[in-house]
C-alpha cells in the first residue's frame, strides 16, 4: 500500500547541531507521488514546511532542506545548524494530485533542541 | 486571523450520544478534507470534498458524516459515538481537488467516556 516511515522520536539535538530526520515512503498506487513535510510547533496548527513534487529535486524552508530520491524511495529532512525554535514535531507525507488528492502521514518525530 | 477554523476546540462526549465537529475556511479554497488523528497512531485521511461534492471516503462507517451547507463549510456529525472515536480531528483545504497544498486547522479534540 501507500505508505510513510520516519524517524522513531523524540530526536534531542543540541542548538547548533545538525539534524537529520529520515523518512521512506511506499507509493504502490500512486504514480507521481508529492512528498512534503508538515511541522506542528507546541500549541499549534499543522503547518506545510516544505514539498517537492518532481523527483531529483530538493526542496527548501526555513533552512530545512529535503531531496526526493525516487532510487531510494526518501525524503530525509535535513538542518544544518538547529535552533531551540525548530523543537516540533514534523510529519513526513505521501500524496498525489488527483481527485481524491489523499495524503499519507508517517507518525512523526517529536524534536526536541537543547539551548 | 485564523484562516480554517475549527470548533469547538476540545469536546467531550458520553457513548452512544451524537456530535457535530464545525469547520470553516477563509481562504476561498474549493476543496475541503477530514483527517483524523488516535493516540500513537499516524493522521488518517477521511474524506475529500470538491465544490461541495463528496470525492472520496476511507471511512467504513457510516456513522461519521460529512455536512457542506456552504462552500466554505465541511462539518463532520458524528453519530452513536463510541470510546474508539476519541482522536484530533483535523479539517484542511486546498485550492482545488488538484493542488499539491493542504492546509490545516488546529483541529478538534474529542474525547468519548
Known amino acids: 500500500g501507500d505508505s510513510v516511515t520516519q524517524t522513531e522520536g523524540p530526536v534531542t539535538v543540541s542548538e547548533s547541531e545538525s539534524l537529520i530526520i529520515n523518512c521512506t515512503y511506499s507509493?504502490?498506487?500512486?504514480?507521481?507521488?508529492?512528498l512534503f513535510w508538515y511541522v506542528r510547533y507546541p500549541g499549534e496548527g499543522l503547518q506545510l514546511l516544505l514539498k517537492v513534487i518532481t523527483a531529483g529535486q530538493k526542496g527548501s524552508s526555513r533552512g530545512f532542506e529535503a531531496t526526493y530520491n525516487k532510487e531510494t524511495t526518501s525524503f530525509h529532512l535535513q538542518k544544518a545548524s538547529v535552533q531551540e525554535s525548530d523543537s516540533a514535531v514534523y510529519y513526513c507525507a505521501l500524496g498525489a494530485s488527483n481527485s481524491n488528492n489523499r495524503i499519507f502521514f508517517g507518525d512523526g518525530t517529536q524534536l526536541v533542541v537543547k539551548p | 486571523d485564523p484562516k480554517i477554523i475549527q470548533k469547538p476546540k476540545y469536546l467531550v462526549a458520553v457513548t452512544g450520544s451524537e456530535k457535530i465537529l464545525i469547520c470553516e475556511q477563509y481562504l476561498g479554497h474549493n476543496a475541503m478534507y477530514w483527517y483524523r488523528q488516535s493516540a500513537k497512531k499516524p493522521l488518517e485521511f477521511m474524506f475529500s470534498?470538491?465544490?461541495?461534492?463528496?470525492?472520496d471516503n476511507q471511512t467504513a462507517s457510516s456513522r461519521f458524516q460529512p455536512q457542506s451547507s456552504k462552500k466554505n463549510h465541511l462539518d463532520l456529525q458524528i453519530t452513536a459515538l463510541k470510546p474508539d472515536d476519541s482522536a484530533t480531528y483535523f479539517c484542511?483545504?486546498?485550492?482545488?481537488?488538484?493542488?499539491?497544498?493542504?492546509?490545516f486547522g488546529p483541529g478538534t479534540r474529542l474525547t468519548v467516556l
Open positions: 470534498y470538491s465544490y461541495q461534492k463528496l470525492m
Open positions: 507509493a504502490t498506487s500512486i504514480a507521481y507521488p508529492n
Open positions: 484542511a483545504s486546498s485550492q482545488d481537488s488538484s493542488s499539491y497544498e493542504q492546509y
